[in-house]
């Protein structure tokens, strides 16, 4: 129980007042909670009852002109733990707990507490383990990113033999990278980058690994370095603003982690903009003809799809599901692709869209239906999919609206076939998508 007096007390007032439960059994006496400072009483066993109830009294002491308070209540019950624990021959467990202790991530990591893959619902974050039915859970990444780590790459990492991935970018870590990563068989991704602290200076031992591909070692080319990579043939002769730009680029496309990745046509855009910095620089000499070769189109001979705001942001949010999910619908309902050359609009969305200008509905339904379907209800699946593929995130429905659209035109195909075939349909799908239910895994 958490206890802090709230109220400014007058001269003549006082909150005093005894605890008891069960029928008189003492819980706290004579107790007055502090002006603002939070008072926490508990019991270090654990309390039984003989019908598995237990009932609080509160009650004012005789002194007392105010009645009782309480701010906070917390019950925990013991739960058995039918998950096995993580790996201990893998010292794994007391690796991590040493990692914790080095970098100070005791107040860091909320969730840092028990066992890191155990129970899977409550691991750690920024831990991923692996589970198998028949044996306990191996860590397999390790995600410190943007963690405020300092000093150098502890040891105790080496611990962790089972380890995958390794991210330690965005933080301000220090020394040489040691060899140890190296003797770490089974990693095959290392991400360093946005450490300037940090000597890159690669092992030789680290270095043969990345030259054998079996792994990938991510980091921040400091710019003063960025002469040592550009192709010798070049002379100097290139604009390092943008050559820089373009390595940032090529750095952010090869991301493992596939929401961070930039999508095709904002690559374009920069890499436009590379190439026109540095046709200004050039006067339009040779690098005019260098774009002449080359086609930006991600649909040759078509017009571009529109650009939804994560284009131009690049940040996702969740109006981004919504058009991808828009998409989705449009594909269902057409049984098009959602690129396809041959069609008078390449782009699904354009082409839709166009068919609805000329009010040639029925060809935009999937020929397979056969006509077999309620007119009213598809032209509303339609503009909600339309609606869902809006460029302007802001003119986008939330998921809610529109699970509920589509299950209004579902009631209206159902009613319309009495209930024979769709019936089925429906109870195959769950349209509950409230507010902290778990979502499946989206790629």
Known sequence: MHFAEIQNLGSNEIREFNITYNGGEVWESFFRPHKLKITTIFSPTALSSSDGKFNF??????????PPLINALEVYTDVENLLLETHQDEVSVSAMMNIKKTYGLMNKKISWQGDPCSPKTYRWKGVKCLYLNSDQPRIISLYLAASDLNGAITPDIAGLTQLRELDLSKNDLSGELPDFLADMKLLTLINLKRNPKLNLTIPDSLQQKIDDKVLILLFMIRKGNIKNIIDPKLMGDFDTNGVWKAIELAMTCVNPTSNHRPTMPHVVMELKECLESETSRKQGSQVMCFEDSIDFNL?????SPPRPRYYITNLL???????????VLLEIITNQAVIDTTRERSHITNWVRFMIRKGNIK????PKLMGDFDTNGVWKAIELAMTCVNPTSNHRPTM???VMELKECLESEISRKQGSQVMCFEDSIDFNLSPGSESPPRP
């Open 400 to 402: 809610p609206h529109v």
């Open 299 to 303: 649909s040759p001979g078509s017009e």
């Open 57 to 66: 009294t509160f009650t004012m002491t005789e002194s007392s002109t105010l």
């Open 363 to 366: 060809n935009i339904i999937d």
């Open 317 to 327: 949010s969740e109006k981004s599901d919504v058009y991808s999910f828009g998409i």
